[in-house]
């Protein structure tokens, strides 16, 4: 009788538990189908606050069997759920390249085909150079990688479930996969699938570091870096699933394939990486050495075993290339200017405003300060892993648009984000540690935060920003703060570029952001060959310029050169041989005399003004040419304090070799 009263407080312990877990399991299948249908639960339709109550229920109960178990997991399961909302709520859907990736998903799963004229003309994009049909076949190009659209045909597959649940509920939706729901399901399956990322990151970090430092780089390289953009914003794109199979054939790799079973697996996760993303394939090189190995051991199965598998899930590639363009490689597909190999973008890519790998992602910087660390406490791993940093940095930099488009941060470093991974948890290793040793260097550095604040606050006062006696904004008063910084040191994350452009130039370090990444003739986006000195010129002027001046012949405004010499930055791509037109005229009341022009600290060519305002040209070959360029007007008698040239705008043509 005693047992049986003790074992009933146990008993309803156990069921109350699993009710518990049944309602989690069920609260998440509802927030599913509510992101999948765009706001329809498992008992219809479901407002803003009835989300937000699910939510939170949500983490409640998963914070409590968190704590329970003590399994990491469901802090994983917790981000998940913060991140729906964001989702749900701020998700863009389709946009850019997921246009194109989306047709041939919806190729696939509905029409059976890869004939992709009639989603490009559904999507509003079969005017776009990149649809137009190929001469050989007649079908609509598409030059991107397929593996990320064939891995969202199950989930457009799953949106009928989705179309059809709103139309249960009164919602007019169309079973075309087009439809608001398909979208939203493929967008889910996108985070899911960076999710599960996040997980294998995890699990491969934790090789090396405490449970703590890789939830704690985890979190930082899925929510601090673009991949949180690619997760949650704008989620029906390729960086999701990139991100979790290099995690997953890294994690692989490190673990060392023991049997041919481990090298099927891992030539399939090397042949879907490189199926999303071409140049993933270079990881392939990782496994040179256990290949060499077994070559001189005349051990040849393993490696016929990893490329069989390597090549079955990079067939695809091949066959729609064959389909689309009847022929089974195709090269660089949008055309060999694409790569630059051998004039490189390095800087700009990583210090550019123009997306900008460390400009945007500012965490990444500390990562490649730790990953040295990590090389030397762990030189088989890390050396190889490194050395693959390097050569997908350069090829990222090779490319033309090394900006990306239309991108969050530099994104097309989504496949190095593992490898970047080791050296931020080894930089927190290695912060958590000094924290422990030197506690009171804290609270020293949050003292001196607060100091500093307190001195940018004084500064506003002195310059009259702060009025003396009123109220104040101290929005206001933060942004003139931020000002001040930025005047004095510069954008901390386009360091050091921003000073050596800086000292080069004797200019604004601030300038560096918004001139480099523009170009007068690029492919992708440009000035369209001119420079027009008005009030969108900051980013081109130079010193030796007066402040905009009006000219009676002409609508807009002028600048008039005061010397002694009279700077313009001229942005370009490439070296070549340009023709330059300057619109200008003697200021009003001087009299015109010779000018000079000046390039790069090179004297190339000159001209007479008259008093009128007209175009004087001058052809500069190509090798006086640079990424940024300096060019200068000099009067060839020197002035002081009289302006001695009224300036319009400068014109640029390519002059064919």
């Not at 130039?505 to 952001?513: E, G, I, L």
Request: charged share 15%; glycine share 10%; aromatic share 14%.
């Amino acid at each position: 009788m005693t047992i049986e009263a003790d074992e009933m407080p146990l008993a309803s312990s156990r069921a109350l538990r699993r009710g518990m877990r049944i309602t989690l399991y069920v609260l998440l299948v509802d927030l599913a189908l509510v992101v999948m249908t765009g706001g329809v639960s498992l008992i219809g339709p479901v407002s803003t606050i009835g989300f937000a109550a699910r939510s939170f229920l949500a983490l409640g109960l998963v914070a409590f069997e968190g704590f329970r178990r003590n399994e990491r997991f469901y802090a994983y399961l917790a981000l998940l759920l913060l991140l729906l909302p964001i989702l749900h709520f701020r998700g863009f859907r389709l946009r850019g390249d997921g246009l194109w990736y989306y047709s041939y998903a919806h190729s696939v799963a509905l029409d059976g085909d890869i004939d992709l004229l009639n989603q490009y003309r559904r999507l509003g994009i079969d005017h776009q150079s990149g649809s137009q049909p190929v001469r050989e076949t007649g079908r609509g190009r598409f030059a991107f990688p397929v593996g990320a659209p064939l891995s969202w045909v199950p989930f457009i597959w799953l949106g009928h479930v989705s179309a059809w649940w709103s139309n249960v509920h009164g919602i007019d939706t169309a079973y075309d996969g087009f439809s608001d729901p398909y979208l939203h399901t493929v967008a889910l399956g996108n985070l899911i699938l960076g999710w599960l990322g996040l997980l294998v990151l995890d699990r491969f970090l934790r090789h090396w570091f405490e449970p703590a430092v890789a939830f704690l780089t985890t979190v930082g390289i899925g929510l601090g870096s673009f991949l949180g953009w690619y997760l949650t914003y704008h989620s029906i794109y390729t960086h999701a699933l990139t991100f979790l199979l290099v995690a997953l054939f890294l994690m692989l790799w490190n673990a060392g394939p023991k049997s041919l079973r481990d090298f099927a697996v891992m030539g399939l996760v090397l042949g879907a990486a490189g199926c999303v993303r071409w140049q993933n394939g270079v990881f392939g090189l990782l496994l040179a050495p256990i290949f060499l190995a077994q070559l001189s051991r005349r051990k040849l199965l393993p490696g016929i075993v990893f490329g069989a598998a390597a090549i079955a899930t990079l067939l695809p590639q091949f066959v729609s290339w064959k389909i689309i363009f009847d022929k089974f490689y195709i090269g660089v597909p949008l055309g060999p200017d694409f790569m630059r190999w051998g004039d490189p973008f390095l800087t700009e890519t990583l210090f550019s405003s123009r997306h900008g790998l460390f400009s945007w992602s500012p965490l990444l910087l500390l990562a490649v300060f730790g990953l040295p660390g990590f090389v030397r406490r762990h030189p088989r791993t890390g050396l190889p892993l490194a050395a693959l940093l390097l050569l997908l940095t350069y090829v990222n930099s090779s490319v033309s648009d090394w900006w990306a488009g239309g991108s969050f941060g530099s994104r097309r470093f989504d496949s190095v984000l593992p490898i970047l991974a080791l050296g931020l948890a080894t930089s927190l290793d290695v912060a958590i540690d000094l924290v422990k040793r030197y506690p009171r260097a804290v609270v020293a550095t949050m003292i001196a935060l607060v100091v500093a604040g307190n001195g940018l606050l004084m500064e506003q006062y002195r310059k009259g920003r702060v009025p003396p006696d009123g109220t104040i904004s101290w929005e206001a008063a933060v942004e003139d703060g931020l000002e001040d910084i930025f005047d004095g040191v510069g954008y901390p994350f386009s360091f050091p570029m921003n000073w050596i452009f800086a000292a080069r130039y004797d200019r604004p370090k601030t300038q560096y952001d918004i001139l480099v990444g523009k170009y007068l003739f690029h492919s992708m986006l440009n000035l369209g060959g001119v420079i027009d000195l008005g009030p969108s010129d900051p980013a081109f002027i130079g010193n030796g310029w007066s402040g905009l001046k009006d000219w009676e012949e002409l609508e807009r405004e002028v600048r008039h050169a005061e010397g002694p010499r009279s700077g313009i930055f001229v942005p370009t791509d490439r070296a070549e041989t340009l023709r330059i037109y300057i619109e200008c005229s003697a200021p009003p009341g001087v009299e015109p005399a010779p000018v000079e022009v000046w390039l790069n600290g090179a004297r190339v060519g000159g001209f007479f003004p008259s008093a009128r305002m007209e175009e004087h040209a001058l052809t500069v070959d190509a090798g006086y040419w640079r990424r940024i360029n300096l060019l200068e007007l000099v009067p060839a008698i020197p002035v002081e304090g009289t302006p001695f040239l009224a300036v319009d705008k400068l014109r640029f043509e390519r002059v064919a070799p």
